[in-house]
């Protein structure tokens, strides 16, 4: 059974940092694609980064969050380093992953979801 479980949310200024963990299972672990999306109330869901689980592991990010986060993994666990947070990042994140290790920006390419991780930036 595939399982996804976020954790390390919380509440930060703005400019602050912030370390978002997703630990994953059930994976055929050379073969698939991590990443995250987030959701802030009343807004759709929004792709933030993702990470393939094959070679190198590429990475492709969101426009409005490069240059401040960072997504990687380690063995069956995924990190997102988030700094410079602002605002508008306020949402709640949610680890999500696929087959193959193609890398999309559209939440509906992602197969399996776990439960979300809530972030808050006060200004």
């Known amino acids: 059974e595939v399982q996804l479980q976020a954790s390390g949310g919380g509440l930060v200024q703005a400019g602050g940092s912030l370390r978002l963990s997703c630990a994953a299972s059930?994976?055929?672990?050379?073969?698939?694609?991590i990443g995250w999306v987030r959701q802030a109330p009343g807004k759709e869901r929004e792709f933030v980064a993702a990470?393939?689980?094959?070679?190198?592991?590429s990475t492709y990010y969101a426009d409005s969050v490069t240059g401040r986060f960072i997504i990687s993994r380690s063995n069956q666990q995924m990190f997102l380093q988030m700094s410079g947070l602002e605002p508008e990042d306020t949402a709640t994140y949610f680890c999500?992953?696929?087959?193959?290790?193609?890398?999309?920006?559209?939440?509906?390419?992602?197969?399996?979801w776990g439960q979300g991780t809530l972030v808050t930036v006060s200004s």
């Open positions: 999500a992953g696929k087959r193959g290790p193609a890398l999309y920006s559209d939440p509906g390419r992602y197969e399996y």
């Open positions: 059930g994976f055929t672990f050379d073969n698939i694609a």
């Open positions: 990470i393939s689980w094959s070679g190198s592991g």
